[in-house]
């Protein structure tokens, strides 16, 4: 019997709903490093000073701001750095008026002039205030935070896979929440902005193999026919974590403060780990019978099974084998051992793989099509997520909705993908997101609300595409190469995380509706080739190359 079976036989015990449980909280918090440089990094709402006009506790909103600072045509708002060259001959105040409110005739609209000192909308602080990076030729050190932080995941998934592999899911679980609490709370305490980017960096490469390791460790501890339920609502805890980061920005509204409240409970994993197992198929792969069976034995009697006495002997022969004296074969699983532990010791060489991959016109046309999938759904997700700041009203309550849309979107995803075809749901959803964020630049300002429900829509379908893409990019390969190419494809898709902190910069300069345009024409184009990608729902999967190049389409 192997460890489906086995599992199969188990069911679903209280035991690993609590262990899931806590991979769910894990997940919530993992979810914070990868978006924390939105609060962070926000830019702000701010206007030049002018000693002449501005009282001893000046306000942002004025009557005299047209007066004394242009505006921006782009996005009607007074520029942030520039102002009108104040006349010296009025000292008198002759042209301020008895309220204090600056006359025409005050300032040279002729003449613009830089400003050194600014008066905020808010009382809100982020590295903008912090560090002094004001004015828009700076703009561009505030994507920057975000680009350092894609470079950290673009770094840090490759190397959190090795590891894991080496030394199990659980052990990123752990190393990898502990290290990204350490690393963002010493951030909170950057002196400057280039301190600041290298623990972020550090940050983002500690946190990027958490997502992942933990999730392959739930759905790896439950039967196959819990894995659908199990992952579906893991996978709800994770948008949870930006909604709350959301709700603690718009409450607290100083970044340094924020960071810590959100960083430290990450260290309350470490309490976690003599609960939370090991992955039982890192553990089935690296022979460790005895641990499997402490594990297994666990979920049994949690389940209320019952132990056998017919896998006794394969755990004594593997204690001897192994020198290993234990007691755990007095707690050890109801069922036999025979087939558990065999592993695969046959491993492709590079040029071996790329030979397999070029000798194959549709696989090599397959990868092409996938990446560029990838690379779309990566940057129209994040990027919604991190322009829904720029969005007119409360950009932190933008930011609690933009990402709560996705548990509604997991869970039609769930149903979606049990009664549709995997080709029409991939496709569907990216054209869905893409006419939505088109249609977003084509309905007036007058309607705020309806500009929201699109841009909400096109984020609730582009997570519906990116929770689809996982299965799908495992369905359409075959299993010779199906980790591989899956790796190949998805690390193009972190090609689009990087570009996504630039959409901010792109909209600042070309204006708010040119990032929002280009999601649309992506995501529709990427929506028109998944029409090319094979069906594979209900069907099984392929082994080799030749079968995955003659499947046949429903």
Same mark, same amino acid.
């Given at each position: 019997?192997?460890?489906?079976?086995?599992?199969?036989?188990?069911?679903?015990? $209280?035991?690993?709903?609590?262990?899931?449980?806590?991979?769910?909280?894990?997940?919530?918090?993992?979810?914070?490093?990868?978006?924390?440089?939105?609060?962070?990094?926000?830019?702000?709402?701010?206007?030049?000073?002018? /000693?002449?006009?501005?009282?001893?506790?000046?306000?942002?909103?004025?009557? =005299?701001?047209?007066?004394?600072? /242009?505006?921006?045509?782009?996005?009607?708002?007074?520029?942030?750095?520039?102002?009108?060259?104040?006349?010296?001959?009025?000292?008198?105040?002759?042209?301020?008026?008895?309220?204090?409110?600056?006359?025409?005739?005050?300032?040279?609209?002729?003449?613009?002039?830089?400003?050194?000192?600014?008066?905020?909308?808010? *009382?809100?602080?982020?590295?903008?205030?912090?560090?002094?990076?004001?004015?828009?030729?700076?703009?561009?050190?505030?994507?920057?935070?975000?680009?350092?932080?894609?470079?950290?995941?673009?770094?840090?998934? /490759?190397?959190?896979?090795?590891?894991?592999?080496? @030394?199990?899911?659980? @052990?990123?679980?752990?190393?990898?929440?502990?290290?990204?609490? #350490?690393?963002?709370?010493?951030?909170?305490?950057?002196?400057?902005?280039?301190?600041?980017?290298?623990?972020?960096?550090? !940050?983002?490469?500690?946190?990027?193999?958490? @997502?992942?390791?933990?999730?392959?460790?739930?759905?790896?501890?439950?039967?196959?026919?819990?894995?659908?339920?199990?992952?579906?609502?893991?996978?709800?805890?994770?948008?949870?974590?930006?909604?709350?980061?959301?709700?603690?920005?718009?409450?607290? +509204?100083?970044?340094? #403060?924020?960071?810590?409240?959100?960083?430290?409970?990450? +260290?309350?994993?470490?309490?976690?780990? =003599?609960?939370?197992?090991?992955?039982?198929?890192?553990?089935?792969? %690296?022979?460790?019978?005895?641990?499997?069976?402490?594990?297994?034995?666990?979920?049994?009697?949690?389940?209320?099974?019952? #132990?056998?006495?017919?896998?006794? !002997?394969?755990?004594?022969?593997?204690?001897?084998?192994?020198?290993?004296?234990?007691?755990?074969?007095?707690?050890?699983?109801?069922?036999?051992?025979?087939?558990?532990?065999?592993?695969?010791?046959?491993?492709?060489?590079?040029?071996?793989?790329?030979?397999?991959?070029?000798?194959?016109?549709?696989?090599?046309?397959?990868?092409?099509?996938?990446?560029?999938? =990838?690379?779309?759904?990566?940057?129209?997700?994040?990027?919604?997520?991190?322009?829904?700041? %720029?969005?007119? &009203?409360?950009?932190?309550?933008?930011?609690?909705?933009?990402?709560?849309?996705?548990?509604?979107?997991?869970?039609?995803?769930?149903?979606?993908?049990?009664?549709?075809?995997?080709?029409?749901?991939?496709?569907?959803?990216?054209?869905?997101?893409?006419?939505?964020?088109? *249609?977003?630049?084509?309905?007036?300002?007058?309607?705020? =609300?309806?500009?929201?429900?699109?841009?909400?829509?096109?984020?609730?379908?582009?997570?519906?595409?990116?929770?689809?893409?996982?299965?799908?990019?495992?369905?359409?390969?075959? $299993? %010779?190469?199906?980790?591989?190419?899956?790796?190949?494809?998805?690390?193009? &898709?972190?090609?689009?995380? *990087?570009?996504?902190?630039?959409?901010?910069?792109?909209?600042?300069?070309?204006?708010?509706?040119?990032?929002?345009?280009?999601?649309?024409?992506?995501?529709?184009?990427?929506?028109?080739?998944?029409?090319?990608?094979?069906? $594979?729902?209900?069907?099984?999967? /392929?082994?080799?190359?030749?079968?995955?190049?003659?499947?046949?389409?429903?």
């Amino acid at each position: 019997m192997d460890l489906d079976e086995i599992l199969n036989n188990f069911g679903l015990g $209280t035991y690993q709903v609590t262990v899931c449980t806590i991979i769910g909280l894990v997940l919530m918090y993992s979810n914070i490093s990868p978006l924390s440089y939105a609060i962070t990094a926000s830019d702000l709402k701010y206007r030049c000073e002018i /000693p002449q006009c501005d009282t001893d506790n000046p306000s942002y909103n004025q009557d =005299w701001l047209n007066l004394a600072i /242009p505006v921006n045509n782009r996005t009607n708002e007074p520029y942030k750095c520039l102002k009108y060259h104040y006349i010296p001959q009025n000292t008198n105040k002759t042209n301020i008026s008895a309220n204090s409110t600056c006359m025409r005739g005050a300032f040279n609209v002729n003449r613009k002039e830089k400003c050194n000192k600014w008066v905020f909308d808010e *009382m809100e602080r982020t590295i903008v205030n912090d560090f002094g990076i004001m004015c828009e030729e700076n703009k561009w050190k505030l994507s920057m935070v975000g680009t350092v932080n894609s470079v950290g995941q673009f770094v840090g998934i /490759p190397l959190s896979g090795y590891i894991s592999d080496k @030394y199990g899911r659980k @052990y990123i679980f752990i190393t990898g929440t502990v290290l990204s609490a #350490i690393f963002g709370t010493i951030k909170s305490f950057a002196a400057n902005y280039y301190s600041f980017l290298v623990f972020e960096y550090l !940050d983002s490469m500690a946190s990027s193999g958490v @997502y992942a390791a933990t999730f392959v460790l739930a759905i790896e501890f439950v039967s196959p026919r819990s894995r659908v339920l199990v992952s579906t609502v893991v996978g709800c805890f994770y948008p949870m974590g930006a909604v709350i980061m959301g709700f603690t920005a718009y409450v607290i +509204l100083d970044w340094r #403060i924020i960071v810590r409240i959100l960083y430290l409970p990450g +260290l309350l994993v470490l309490g976690a780990a =003599w609960y939370v197992p090991e992955s039982l198929r890192w553990l089935q792969t %690296e022979n460790r019978v005895a641990e499997v069976a402490k594990v297994l034995s666990k979920v049994a009697e949690s389940n209320g099974k019952t #132990i056998p006495d017919c896998v006794k !002997d394969a755990l004594v022969v593997n204690i001897k084998a192994n020198g290993n004296v234990t007691d755990t074969f007095n707690r050890i699983i109801p069922y036999c051992f025979k087939c558990i532990f065999q592993t695969n010791k046959n491993q492709m060489t590079c040029r071996k793989l790329m030979r397999e991959i070029f000798d194959s016109k549709e696989l090599l046309l397959r990868i092409i099509n996938c990446s560029f999938c =990838w690379f779309t759904i990566t940057l129209v997700y994040y990027g919604l997520s991190l322009t829904s700041v %720029e969005f007119s &009203g409360n950009k932190y309550f933008n930011f609690m909705l933009v990402n709560a849309v996705e548990l509604p979107a997991s869970l039609t995803l769930w149903y979606v993908m049990e009664n549709f075809s995997r080709r029409k749901t991939q496709a569907y959803s990216f054209f869905f997101s893409g006419i939505g964020c088109i *249609m977003v630049n084509l309905i007036s300002e007058n309607y705020t =609300w309806m500009k929201l429900f699109l841009f909400l829509g096109s984020k609730f379908a582009i997570t519906m595409s990116f929770n689809a893409m996982y299965v799908y990019t495992a369905e359409m390969f075959p $299993t %010779e190469l199906r980790m591989t190419l899956f790796g190949i494809t998805s690390m193009f &898709g972190r090609m689009g995380v *990087m570009f996504a902190p630039q959409m901010t910069l792109l909209s600042a300069y070309f204006g708010q509706y040119v990032p929002i345009l280009l999601f649309g024409i992506l995501s529709i184009t990427a929506g028109a080739l998944s029409f090319f990608f094979p069906e $594979t729902k209900d069907r099984k999967l /392929p082994d080799t190359v030749k079968q995955a190049e003659f499947e046949v389409e429903i």
